[in-house]
Every structure is written in C-alpha cells, then in structure tokens.
Nanobody, 120 residues
Framework: QVQLVESGGGLVQAGGSLRLSCAASGIIFSINYMRWYRQAPGKQRELVAVISSGGNTNYADSVKGRFTISRDNAKNTVFLQMNSLKPEDTAVYYC??????????????WGQGTQVTVSS
C-alpha cells in the first residue's frame, strides 16, 4: 500500500515562513503530479500548488510569489516552501500524489494533513 506522510506544519507569526514536506512510500512505479491542497475551517478544500514529474509548476493566485512547490523524485517527496505567511493561510494542508503503484494503474493518494496556523 502507498502512504503519504506530511510534516512541517505548526504555528508561526504573520510574515514568517514554514516548509512542508510530504514523502510517499510503498510500492511506487512512478509519480505523475504532486499537489498541495488546503482546507480552512468552514471552507472547501482548495488547490494551492501543483508540480508535474518534469518540474512544471502552477499556483493558486492567493499564494503566487509567496509559496514555492518543489519535489525530489529520487525520494518521492514534495515540498511546499511558504514565505510571507498571512493569517488567511491558516488551514490544514494536504498533499496529493497521482501515481502508479501496485497494479500499475494511475490513482490519487492523500496524506493525513498537517495544521498550519498563522497568528496576526
């Protein structure tokens, strides 16, 4: 079975930085897209950033210029560097990976989420 484990969340003051990590483990043949989502209390889950296997990236307008997504393909790990954090960035952050595991079919897998809280 494939597991995605996130780390790096926490409490930070506005203007500060955090770096999230998400490592995929298990039987993995290849990973296509890797994404970060977030969900604030009372709101729908929203896509924050996505990175392709080739390193192409895309961001939500609300985080452009402040967040950077990257990946280490050798370690099946995706990162989210978050700078200039704002209180409105407070949410549970989830990583998502579209990958081929056992059975060789493309499937989406999710991490358990990590809390990011930005105080004003």
């Amino acid at each position: 079975q494939v597991q995605l484990v996130e780390s790096g969340g926490g409490l930070v003051q506005a203007g500060g930085s955090l770096r999230l990590s998400c490592a995929a483990s298990g039987i993995i043949f290849s990973i296509n897209y890797m994404r970060w989502y977030r969900q604030a209390p009372g709101k729908q889950r929203e896509l924050v950033a996505v990175i392709s296997s080739g390193g192409n990236t895309n961001y939500a307008d609300s985080v452009k210029g402040r967040f950077t997504i990257s990946r280490d393909n050798a370690k099946n790990t995706v990162f989210l560097q978050m700078n200039s954090l704002k209180p409105e960035d407070t949410a549970v952050y989830y990583c998502n990976a579209n990958l081929r595991g056992f059975g060789f079919t493309l499937q989406d897998y999710w991490g358990q989420g990590t809390q990011v809280t930005v105080s004003s």
